[in-house]
């Protein structure tokens, strides 16, 4: 039985003595506590010279990888040199903590998905210890917070960038020692309150915190409460009474960078111990290089604990919306306000609003697919009405969805959609997919798809259509634009599901290259080609508009009743007068989606609760999926996109939840009343 001895400077009260196995090989494994008594140390160390296998010492605080180099102690120095001159190996946990925080942060970043820490906000109360971790993290967010000014010297100042850490290390921090500006401050106690505040406001923020082991309690302190719920904690050795009490401070998930490589957890030192003693490392100038190669060989993956649900992540995702209108300007408290002291006021309010930096709208909270993956996210407001939007040109919105999509990123969103933009914007989203700071996606896809969703579900709710083989429409339908991007996918849709379908367009050779295509994915599909909308308008049971070129083809009044127009074109060829003409014809804009989740949490965006349009169930989808990509891309819409958006959507519990009309979302009874006046128009 190999033996190995760990000296601590920490309590006494701690010690213990174990057996344990690895590689095949018995290990006793004791511990004596000197209570930071390094004399004792000393006294231990030549004690155990000779007898034990390995000496392992724990408590030292290692030498920080940024700014002053080597162990300052004099005492802790005269104890590492008398370690240098005994018989056994004497080792200390450095060489394995350095290569364990880097190797973690790399190895969960990998295995879960190479995103899992992309935009995260990480905060670490100690920069200095955790400098190795840090400069490893800071390769996938940029929304890093070190808490060394405030911890240690108590100075209300956070450092935002390895940059500004580096210079703390090398320059401030001596300096701080030297003036101790923290306690000079008056009053003292302003001082204390607010370091707890910018303390607490820095945790609310934070999805990561990464706590040191040495002083766990100590720094834990400023974090007690709620503030630690839901959050993901990045420590060294997890002792189980630190799992247990962050598990009752509601931590998610806790990262313990050390391997634990046997049962009992044990710290890293006496890791590294073990890989020696079990490994047979000599001693002399090549033990570190020796040590790293056993390390880089060995599966040294961290722990990963989820103390409510296994697995539990969530992503994060922000979503860029516009106002429609001044009345949906209101929605914003302090323009509502002003509106009801001065109406007269919104046209300015409305100019004023478009040259606004873009801002938070909303917080959305409590999305969960039934796979278990949670997603949180943002509505970022650009404050500019669609009207506005038209007065300016599109590289002036262009330059504000650039900066909304910063301000996403710094927000820790790891995908942003962009919401419809009016029709002179089309290019604009193009331009900000190559130029943004995260991966856009314009959510045409799945509009595509819940407009075609909803067109059907409204055929069956009107009920005038009958099924042929139990599965196709004996119905014709309609596509007028049927060779642009969303018109192709919407006749491809149709051609799964209804008997007849008619293609028009004014692009005759496109148009029969989408005919081609159409009876090749289809066979024996009755397919019409046309230039000429209103040739076969009369006859139509569903028509869908994808250009915004129908309304010089398209009448209201020569459809018949019954009919079911779906409306994909922004702004919409008809208006509320125009369908007010047709109460016997189902005017549809799209469908709007269920999210998942029991307790959603969002701003009202002129939808039921928890309800969402579709290009936000997008960006939703592909948060929950993990794909932090450009989906969609521009208006530039394809079938794959679309059939593969669908079926994650499904995934992840999308339901359509309700038809929208020109006035907004229709109910059961809407329907019932255009089916009635419809058979009342055929009857006569």
């Not at 290692?62 to 180099?69: E, F, S, V």
């Not at 998930?253 to 030192?269: A, K, N, S």
């Not at 046209?347 to 969960?368: D, N, Q, W």
């Not at 042929?468 to 599901?497: E, F, H, P, Q, Y």
Request: charged fraction near 25%.
């Amino acid at each position: 039985m190999k033996k190995i001895i760990n000296i601590s400077l920490g309590p006494a009260s701690d010690d213990y003595h174990l057996e344990t196995e690895f590689k095949g090989q018995t290990f006793s494994i004791q511990r004596f506590g000197t209570g930071e008594d390094l004399t004792l140390a000393e006294d231990l160390l030549l004690k155990w010279n000779k007898l034990a296998n390995v000496i392992c010492i724990s408590g030292i605080k290692y030498p920080p990888a940024l700014g002053t180099k080597g162990v300052t102690h004099k005492k802790t120095k005269e104890l590492l040199e008398l370690c240098d001159r005994l018989h056994t190996i004497v080792t200390t946990g450095e060489t394995l903590n350095r290569v364990s925080q880097e190797w973690s942060i790399r190895n969960i970043q990998f295995a879960q998905g190479n995103n899992y820490f992309t935009n995260a906000n990480v905060l670490f109360l100690s920069g200095m210890v955790n400098a190795t971790l840090a400069r490893v993290m800071s390769e996938y967010t940029d929304n890093l917070m070190f808490a060394d000014p405030i911890i240690e010297n108590n100075i209300p100042k956070f450092l935002t960038s390895i940059k500004e850490l580096e210079f703390y290390a090398q320059n401030a921090k001596g300096f701080f020692k030297q003036v101790p500006l923290g306690k000079m401050a008056s009053p003292k106690k302003q001082i204390k309150a607010l370091n707890t505040f910018q303390l607490n406001r820095a945790i609310k923020k934070a999805n990561i915190l990464v706590i040191p082991h040495q002083g766990f309690y100590l720094y834990l302190d400023g974090c007690m409460g709620d503030q630690l719920e839901g959050k993901t904690i990045i420590t060294a050795t997890a002792y189980p009474d630190r799992v247990d009490l962050l598990t009752q401070l509601g931590v998610d998930v806790i990262i313990d960078t050390t391997p634990q490589l046997i049962t009992p957890v044990v710290e890293e030192v006496v890791i590294e111990a073990l890989m020696v003693a079990a490994f047979e490392v000599s001693k002399g100038r090549e033990m570190k290089s020796d040590l790293l190669e056993i390390i880089s060989e060995q599966r040294l993956d961290p722990r990963i604990i989820y103390p409510f649900e296994q697995n539990k992540r969530v992503n994060r995702f922000a979503y860029l919306i516009h106002p429609l209108s001044q009345k949906h300007l209101k929605k914003i408290k302090a323009v509502e306000m002003l509106s009801s002291i001065a109406p007269k006021s919104m046209g300015t309010v409305e100019k004023l609003m478009a040259h606004s930096p873009p801002f938070v709208y909303s917080r959305v909270k409590g999305i969960k697919s039934p796979t278990g993956v949670e997603a949180e996210g943002w509505l970022i407001s650009l404050g500019e009405t669609s009207d506005e939007m038209e007065k300016h040109s599109s590289d002036f919105t262009t330059k504000k969805i650039l900066k909304a999509a910063q301000k996403a990123k710094k927000l820790g969103a790891q995908v942003m959609g962009i919401s419809m933009l009016p029709k002179g914007m089309h290019g604009t989203s193009i331009e900000v997919g190559k130029h943004a700071v995260l991966p856009i996606t314009t959510g045409n896809s799945y509009t595509a798809s819940t407009a075609l969703w909803a067109a059907a579900d409204a055929v069956r709710q009107m009920g005038l259509s009958k099924l042929k083989d139990g599965k196709i429409l004996k119905a014709k339908a309609m596509v007028i634009g049927a060779t642009g991007d969303v018109g192709a996918i919407c006749a491809r849709l149709l051609a799964t599901a209804f008997e007849d379908v008619y293609i028009v367009s004014r692009n005759i050779a496109k148009l029969l290259s989408l005919q081609d295509s159409l009876q090749e994915q289809k066979k024996g599909l009755k397919l019409q080609v046309s230039t000429r909308a209103d040739r076969f308008l009369d006859d139509m049971d569903v028509v869908v508009i994808a250009s915004s070129g129908a309304q010089e083809s398209i009448d209201i009044m020569r459809v018949k009743p019954g009919c079911v127009i779906t409306d994909i074109t922004r702004p919409m060829i008809f208006s509320q007068k125009e369908v007010a003409k047709r109460q016997d014809v189902l005017v549809i804009t799209g469908g709007e989606i269920q999210l998942p989740g029991e307790a959603i949490e969002m701003k009202d965006i002129a939808l039921p609760h928890g309800i969402a349009y579709a290009g936000l169930a997008e960006t939703i989808i592909l948060a929950l999926e993990g794909r932090f990509e450009d989906f969609t891309k521009g208006s530039n819409t394809q079938w794959e996109k679309v059939k593969e958006i669908y079926k994650l959507g499904i995934k992840h519990g999308m339901t359509l939840s309700s038809i929208s009309g020109v006035d907004g979302p229709l109910s059961e009874e809407d329907i019932s009343r255009v089916k009635a006046q419809a058979l009342i128009q055929r009857g006569k």
